[in-house]
């Protein structure tokens, strides 16, 4: 290329020199040294174009990082900032791949170099990006480095797609699996590992859930093993405690099915240039090919675990029908479905007299959207129909059942105890190889030997705590299944009612139990529960329950009681009404004895007229109004009540309760009766006579 030294300018010979250094890999820094060196020796270019050796600046802090992208490169960044504050006055690189691979970072350096009048130094010659020739040509050589970098990944992809095809290609393999010497994938040789997984497999198809697999590992004292892929442990089998991760984990992987896969994930660049990985579904894998190496489960149990995690997650859906059984009361958890919209039901628990009780709730859609929900179903009288239904199918099989389950039990201890004996033989060997390495040391070397002898001790308490938790946790184990336990296991043939409604049964177990029967139960509340209990299988009956009334309803005053208050109450004051309907044997809305008190409040709250009010509205006079009518005081009046000269009717339970008939024609005699008694009161008067006085009258 001819010389073109004369497009140096003064002004960017006032600015730094700028050399960008990098190799895409590590090995490559330390295998390909002489391409570093090339690049070093730009600066001697730089040199002969009129730049000072204290005005040139090498940025090689990039070693070992690609040119893909300009994210995780802390250099070229620095290099880019640096170009835009017009501080560089030309740029060097060994070649258009060194500075980037990617056509969007190169151009975008390109653009800034024009706008502040940097030029850009390879191997081939110097280039001014203000100009419209040189740019065209750094843009070419920019998009030839990317398609370079296409093309070697495409080789590269091409050859291991081709070889993961014939599954042939090796990836790291998960704890259980192992290659052998012809690279065929086989399982761990390490009985206690197979074990252990299996009896993870095992207790997660049992419970139904990943984290009462973790709770049933901790209960049993087990310990799982993991295999580290970097740091110190590397490829080293650890046993610790189940975390609730390696059960998923476990769980989701196919490789435990026989499953060779790749592709399962794919990567994708975010907007700030940093790589993502986002799940593929599993018709969208690269590579997928069953039954290729050797198992612990077979293809149709992997999924169906899958299809159980699935319901198990909250998050995946609003419309998830299952989850695992809880430790609430309420029977149908999980298993209730709207019958108006046909989502799943969620639970409401409220307390009674210190006892849970449930309520079905459709809510998700109200929730959502603010609406009223759907419709709210108290949980109490359909699990207690739920459960009389399980009673009536259980019992034909009962037998079966109780055979099954003392037949699972065994098999679940037997292989617990083996998977200990495992663990105790392999501290035993280790113990044993200890002591083989300390008595073939020399023993005048002690250095070594107390070294040996050391790690022999340690080897030692470690089998003595692993011998000691063996003895333990078979005695525990004994006592599950005891000749006792064996024969209440035996008594569910005939004894299922009384173990379904024992109090000791656990909310837990029941719901496992009717899961075993019940698929859904679909709910609707109309004047009724209808309830639509769907089988495994795909029989299905319907029943219709009562609607429940709430607490208030519940203690409302029934109709027949309001109805007698309200024809007594005509001619009975409140204590009276009370007391004929207690001798009666009736009760108030809360099951309790009438008192005026409650007489009162049906009065109030049914409107029902008052005694006071109805003697009125039956020309009754008040002790006022027949005071002034009569013109007497009131000893007069409780005279007369008293000999019954004056009618009276009670209003309430006390003597100031009363109201007086009115005398009508008897006004004029009551009138003589008062002049009699008022004069036989004088001296004078005292022996006349009531006829003197009406005679006087």
């Known amino acids: 290329m001819q010389n073109r030294q004369h497009i140096v300018s003064a002004e960017q010979l006032t600015r730094d020199a700028y050399l960008y250094i990098r190799q895409s890999s590590l090995k490559q820094v330390i295998d390909n040294q002489e391409s570093t060196k090339r690049q070093y020796n730009l600066r001697d270019r730089a040199l002969a174009l009129g730049w000072t050796r204290k005005q040139i600046i090498t940025i090689d802090c990039d070693q070992g990082q690609s040119g893909a992208a300009a994210a995780d490169r802390e250099g070229f960044q620095r290099l880019v900032a640096d170009v835009g504050m017009g501080r560089a006055g030309i740029v060097m690189g060994l070649e258009v791949s060194r500075l980037a691979r990617n056509s969007a970072d190169w151009h975008r350096l390109l653009e800034i170099c024009g706008l502040t009048q940097t030029l850009i130094l390879d191997e081939d010659g110097l280039y001014d990006p203000s100009h419209f020739n040189d740019r ?21 992809r091409g050859g291991i797609i081709n070889k993961a095809k014939r599954g042939e290609l090796k990836l790291p393999l998960p704890i259980g699996f192992d290659y052998d010497d012809q690279s065929q994938v086989v399982l761990d040789p390490n009985k206690r590992v197979q074990q252990a997984i299996k009896l993870l497999f095992k207790t997660f198809e049992q419970t139904g859930s990943a984290f009462l697999t973790v709770k049933m590992f901790r209960k049993m004292g087990l310990k799982f093993p993991k295999r580290p892929r970097t740091g110190p442990s590397k490829s080293v089998t650890i046993w610790a405690e189940l975390t609730h991760d390696q059960v998923l984990r476990t769980l989701h992987n196919p490789r435990y099915a026989g499953t060779f896969f790749y592709g399962r994930s794919q990567a994708y660049r975010t907007a700030n240039g940093t790589i993502g990985m986002r799940s593929k579904p599993a018709d969208q894998w690269t590579v997928c090919l069953p039954d290729s190496h050797a198992a612990y489960i077979n293809q149709d149990k992997f999924e169906k675990n899958q299809k159980m995690l699935l319901a198990n997650a909250q998050a995946h859906g609003h419309d998830r029908r299952k989850s695992p059984p809880r430790e609430g009361p309420a029977l149908l958890q999980g298993m209730a479905v709207c019958g108006l919209c046909g989502r799943r039901m969620t639970l409401r628990y409220h307390e009674r007299k210190g ?26 009288s359909v699990d207690q129909k739920i459960g009389d239904l399980l009673i009536e199918t259980m019992t034909p099989s009962s037998l079966e059942v109780a055979l099954a389950v003392q037949k699972e039990l065994e098999s679940n201890i037997n292989q617990i105890k083996r998977l200990r004996e495992k663990g105790v033989q392999q501290a035993r060997y280790e113990a044993e190889l200890a002591q083989q390495r300390f008595m073939n040391v020399d023993p005048r070397n002690r250095l070594v030997a107390d070294s040996l002898e050391a790690q022999w001790n340690s080897k030692l308490r470690l089998l003595s705590v692993a011998e000691e938790e063996y003895e333990t946790n078979c005695k525990k184990d004994s006592l599950l299944m005891d000749e006792k336990k064996q024969k209440a296991i035996l008594a569910l043939a005939t004894d299922f009612p009384r173990l379904w409604q024992d109090p000791k049964t656990p909310d837990r177990e029941k719901k496992r139990m009717a899961r075993l029967l019940i698929e859904d139960v679909t709910l609707v509340k109309k004047d009724n529960v209808v309830i639509q209990v769907r089988f495994r299988g795909g029989a299905s009956k319907s029943y219709t329950i009562p609607l429940l009334v709430n607490g208030f309803e519940a203690k409302r005053t029934p109709e027949k009681v309001i109805a007698e208050v309200n024809k007594l109450l005509d001619k009975h004051h409140p204590r009276e009404i009370a007391d004929m309907l207690n001798k009666r044997g009736w009760r108030t809305g809360d099951n309790r004895l009438f008192t005026t008190v409650a007489i009162h409040r049906i009065q109030t709250a049914y409107k029902l007229t008052d005694r006071h009010q109805r003697l009125i509205d039956q020309g009754m006079l008040t002790r006022p109004q027949i005071k002034k009518l009569l013109g007497v005081g009131c000893i007069i009046l409780k005279k007369w009540k008293d000999q019954g000269i004056l009618k009276v009717h009670n209003y309430g339970d006390n003597y100031m309760s009363i109201m007086y008939e009115n005398p009508g024609d008897q006004l004029a005699k009551l009138k003589v009766l008062y002049k009699w008694e008022m004069l036989r009161r004088l001296p004078q008067y005292k022996d006349i006579t009531l006829q003197e006085v009406q005679y006087e009258m």
């Open 355 to 380: 006892k849970l009780f449930p309520d079905y709730v459709c809510q998700s859609d109200g929730i959502a959207s603010a609406k009223k929900i759907c419709q709210s179903i108290p949980g109490g």
């Open 136 to 156: 065209l040509l750094l843009g070419l050589k920019g998009t030839m480095s990317e398609a370079e970098l296409h093309i070697l990944r495409a080789r590269l």
